[in-house]
């Protein structure tokens, strides 16, 4: 019950809703796709929902402020070495 109250609090999904977009992630992470999807992804910006990602993919978009600039940027570097 407290882990539906806070999904609705905070990003306006049921824990049904959270389980429903695992389920199509097939339970991982939506960009690794390796790791076990636990943290709601969302635009901080329009507040919607974008999928289910892992600790590490959460955090590392997170760090990267979300900017798709920056992580471009990210893929250039890495390609470059």
């Given at each position: 019950?407290?882990?539906?109250?806070?999904?609705?609090q905070?990003?306006?999904?049921?824990?049904?809703?959270?389980?429903?977009?695992?389920?199509?992630?097939?339970?991982?992470?939506?960009?690794?796709?390796?790791?076990?999807?636990?943290?709601?992804?969302?635009?901080?910006?329009?507040?919607?929902?974008?999928?289910?990602?892992?600790?590490?993919?959460?955090?590392?978009?997170?760090?990267?402020?979300?900017?798709?600039?920056?992580?471009?940027?990210?893929?250039?570097?890495?390609?470059?070495?």
């Amino acid at each position: 019950k407290y882990r539906n109250t806070k999904l609705k609090q905070n990003y306006g999904i049921s824990l049904e809703e959270f389980n429903i977009l695992l389920v199509k992630q097939n339970g991982l992470c939506a960009i690794c796709k390796i790791n076990k999807g636990t943290h709601v992804d969302h635009s901080h910006d329009t507040k919607k929902v974008r999928g289910i990602l892992c600790n590490n993919c959460n955090a590392g978009i997170g760090m990267l402020k979300d900017n798709i600039n920056f992580l471009a940027n990210a893929i250039t570097y890495l390609e470059s070495i």
